[in-house]
């Protein structure tokens, strides 16, 4: 992740500068690199999380005038969306929403029980929708904005050890597409991007063993690690003006992984 104060070598948005953004799953990994990302292009970022250590200590990092943690459980529907309301109210509303917030736990067809299965599609699938349908409350007010949505690979290759996860992710590709022809009209447009194994302190921590990441470099067509700020680089671009005729779409960032 872009260390606050370095030097950004990455392209500059001047469409970017001043707008709100908001963030699920911001505090840490993918999400805490995006934080960064747009806070350093001059938008003000809000973003939620269940960790509040993390996500007090990103925000105490830029200071509340340029981003705006609140900790919340992206599984409450009720609560996330009273998030996005308040803090969009504050912010005079939300140019873009990243829907980022997920959780990667790996299962198997035998040992997945119907409580395990609603308690990942309540933290993949189901904030997304939500998240989505308060955000656009208030971009259809400003005059349109930007719905980012974090998919994987993993549906489109349908990689083995954590199938509700990868049915969740492939939902995601369909529900973008979906809401993008219902919110075109109000200049709104959602997108997906599908990260591959993007290497996280998360990741590191619990399954990146030397052999599962020779086995990922022997896949991957760029023999290199995908990091978070890589991931955050590409949201840039489909959030910025340079993108403004793109919509519906999943774009891929996984090295060219077969």
Not at 201 to 208: A, I, P, S, Y
Not at 231 to 253: E, K, N
């Amino acid at each position: 992740m872009t260390v606050v104060g370095q030097t950004d070598q990455g392209a500059r948005y001047p469409s970017l500068s001043g707008k709100s953004v908001f963030v699920t799953g911001g505090a840490t990994g993918i999400g805490a690199a995006i934080v960064d990302a747009f806070a350093q292009q001059g938008a003000f970022v809000a973003f939620a999380d269940i960790d509040e250590h993390a996500g007090s200590a990103l925000e105490g990092r830029f200071g509340e005038d340029r981003t705006r943690f609140t900790q919340c459980d992206v599984s409450d529907t009720k609560a996330l969306q009273r998030v996005i309301d308040g803090l969009g109210r504050g912010a005079g509303g939300f140019d873009v929403l990243v829907n980022n917030a997920a959780r990667d736990d790996r299962h198997t067809l035998d040992d997945l029980t119907p409580g395990g299965w609603d308690d990942l599609m309540a933290v993949n699938l189901k904030p997304q929708f939500f998240a989505a349908q308060a955000a656009a409350k208030s971009m259809k007010r400003l005059g349109g904005g930007t719905i980012i949505n974090l998919a994987s690979n993993a549906a489109l290759l349908g990689l083995a050890g954590y199938p509700a996860y990868v049915a969740a992710k492939g939902a995601i590709i369909s529900m973008t597409k979906a809401l993008a022809r219902e919110l075109g009209p109000a200049d709104i447009r959602v997108n997906a991007v599908a990260p591959g194994w993007v290497i996280t302190e998360r990741q590191e921590k619990l399954w990146l063993t030397p052999d599962a990441e020779s086995e990922l470099m022997a896949q991957q067509s760029l023999k290199a690690r995908i990091e978070p700020d890589d991931v955050a680089r590409l949201c840039l671009f489909l959030a910025s003006s340079d993108s403004r005729f793109i919509t519906g779409q999943c774009l891929v960032i996984d090295g060219g992984r077969v």
